[in-house]
């Protein structure tokens, strides 16, 4: 079975959390965001 993407989301400086990418609906990013939107089932632990 393929390992999962995953998708880490850093909210600060040493700070954020990591969640499993089950299928991306939309991805754009610029100088200054980097904007997802995506389906998950879960959390990655």
């Known amino acids: 079975m ?3 993407k995953q998708w ?3 909210l600060h400086d040493q ?3 990591y969640f ?3 299928n ?3 991805h754009e990013k610029t100088d200054h ?3 997802i ?3 998950t ?3 990655v632990a």
């Open 2 to 4: 393929a390992e999962k």
């Open 15 to 17: 700070f954020g959390q």
């Open 37 to 39: 939107i995506l389906r």
């Open 41 to 43: 089932l879960h959390l």
């Open 24 to 26: 991306v609906l939309y």
């Open 8 to 10: 880490h989301e850093t």
């Open 33 to 35: 965001q980097d904007l």
């Open 20 to 22: 499993a990418v089950d």
